[in-house]
């Protein structure tokens, strides 16, 4: 294996644009003022332009045209140059802009640690104050480096928070309609489905719906669910083994109608179920379905529903 180093990594994940616009303008910066980091991308950009199927584009305001013009990475210090002695306007305002994307939370780029749970995964990690993460199929978190001074964690989809009591700082779990603050629990924080959850095994969380500004507490064994669309709220008791049942590799449909649970079916094999009649949708489904692969839950759903299940293309399947 290679041993790359992080200056190496930002300028590759720049090169495959595999980074944001607010996050390119940062890298820019970075590449002004850094030399060491500047010489790193002029190695590297010399392999990338050397490459012969090196066609994915490069879209910066300051970089696009060192790419073109004759491929010559050696213009690059030239760039640095020019940029020092007659940009220095573009730059403020680049800096501006993205100081801005960062005080308004428009962009990830202040989140330095970024989890992935790959599909049909379910991954656990130790954060830095000790807390535990276990994500659900498909789910991610971010995070800051300086964790212990900023606890705040940025979810999308769902994960189970085992957390690290600590009176002084408190640790907060953001998605995109919700806010969880907790000094030292464990909760289940669901942003995948219409009906968003935040379900509390043990301990106090409060939650603050972002849209209404309405704060709620929540004690053991209550959950707070949230419908983006209908703007209903609903405080409820809830079965803490059935909500928790995905992190044993369980599917559990516990009588839900079919549209209901596609969302869940669908994070938890990372693939499309489709329904096509509004019958079936309305058609109620229950089973439990533990450390089943997609073709063995096929042959279970269609036994036990009466429904037909049938591959179409990719990864979509139809309901019928």
Same mark, same amino acid.
């Given at each position: 294996m290679f041993n790359i180093s992080q200056k190496e990594k930002k300028c590759l994940r720049y090169l495959i644009n595999e980074i944001s616009k607010a996050e390119r303008s940062v890298f820019e910066i970075e590449l002004f003022l850094d030399d060491d980091l500047l010489s790193t991308f002029e190695n590297s950009q010399t392999i990338w332009i050397s490459y012969p199927i090196s066609s994915l584009p490069i879209k910066s305001f300051f970089f696009n045209w060192i790419i073109k013009k004759d491929y010559k990475p050696v213009k690059l210090k030239h760039i640095k140059f020019y940029l020092k002695k007659k940009s220095a306007l573009s730059l403020a305002? %680049?800096?501006?802009?993205?100081?801005g994307f960062n005080l308004i939370?428009?962009? @990830?780029?202040?989140?330095?640690?970024? *989890?992935? =749970? @790959?599909?049909?995964?379910? @991954? +656990?990690?130790?954060?830095?104050? /000790? /807390? +535990?993460?276990?994500?659900? /199929?498909?789910? $991610? %978190? #971010?995070?800051? /480096?300086?964790? =212990? #001074? *900023?606890k705040t964690i940025c979810l999308k989809e769902e994960a189970f928070f085992k957390?690290? #009591?600590? =009176?002084?700082? @408190?640790?907060? %779990?953001?998605?995109?309609?919700f806010e969880v603050k907790v000094l030292g629990t464990d909760f289940n924080a669901n942003s995948a489905t219409s009906d968003q959850t935040v379900s509390l095994a043990k301990g106090k969380v409060n939650v603050l719906l972002k849209e209404s500004k309405d704060e709620i507490d929540l004690l053991p064994n209550e $959950?707070?669910?949230?419908?983006?669309?209908?703007? =209903?709220?609903i405080k409820r008791?809830?079965?803490?083994?059935?909500?928790?049942a995905w992190e044993d590799n369980i599917l559990l449909l516990d009588d839900e109608i079919t549209e209901d649970a596609l969302s869940k079916i669908n994070q938890f094999y990372g693939v499309n179920f489709v329904i096509t009649g509004s019958a079936i949708a309305k058609q109620h489904i229950r089973g439990l379905f533990k450390n089943q692969i997609i073709d063995e839950f096929i042959i279970s759903l269609e036994f036990i529903s009466d429904l037909n299940l049938t591959r179409t293309f990719h990864n979509n399947i139809e309901i019928r």
């Amino acid at each position: 294996m290679f041993n790359i180093s992080q200056k190496e990594k930002k300028c590759l994940r720049y090169l495959i644009n595999e980074i944001s616009k607010a996050e390119r303008s940062v890298f820019e910066i970075e590449l002004f003022l850094d030399d060491d980091l500047l010489s790193t991308f002029e190695n590297s950009q010399t392999i990338w332009i050397s490459y012969p199927i090196s066609s994915l584009p490069i879209k910066s305001f300051f970089f696009n045209w060192i790419i073109k013009k004759d491929y010559k990475p050696v213009k690059l210090k030239h760039i640095k140059f020019y940029l020092k002695k007659k940009s220095a306007l573009s730059l403020a305002f %680049v800096l501006v802009l993205c100081l801005g994307f960062n005080l308004i939370g428009m962009t @990830p780029s202040g989140y330095t640690n970024h *989890r992935i =749970a @790959p599909k049909r995964q379910w @991954p +656990t990690f130790i954060l830095p104050d /000790s /807390s +535990t993460v276990i994500l659900n /199929s498909g789910s $991610e %978190v #971010k995070y800051f /480096s300086d964790f =212990a #001074k *900023r606890k705040t964690i940025c979810l999308k989809e769902e994960a189970f928070f085992k957390v690290t #009591k600590n =009176a002084n700082t @408190p640790f907060i %779990v953001n998605t995109t309609d919700f806010e969880v603050k907790v000094l030292g629990t464990d909760f289940n924080a669901n942003s995948a489905t219409s009906d968003q959850t935040v379900s509390l095994a043990k301990g106090k969380v409060n939650v603050l719906l972002k849209e209404s500004k309405d704060e709620i507490d929540l004690l053991p064994n209550e $959950e707070l669910v949230w419908n983006a669309r209908t703007k =209903a709220v609903i405080k409820r008791n809830f079965d803490v083994l059935k909500c928790l049942a995905w992190e044993d590799n369980i599917l559990l449909l516990d009588d839900e109608i079919t549209e209901d649970a596609l969302s869940k079916i669908n994070q938890f094999y990372g693939v499309n179920f489709v329904i096509t009649g509004s019958a079936i949708a309305k058609q109620h489904i229950r089973g439990l379905f533990k450390n089943q692969i997609i073709d063995e839950f096929i042959i279970s759903l269609e036994f036990i529903s009466d429904l037909n299940l049938t591959r179409t293309f990719h990864n979509n399947i139809e309901i019928r």
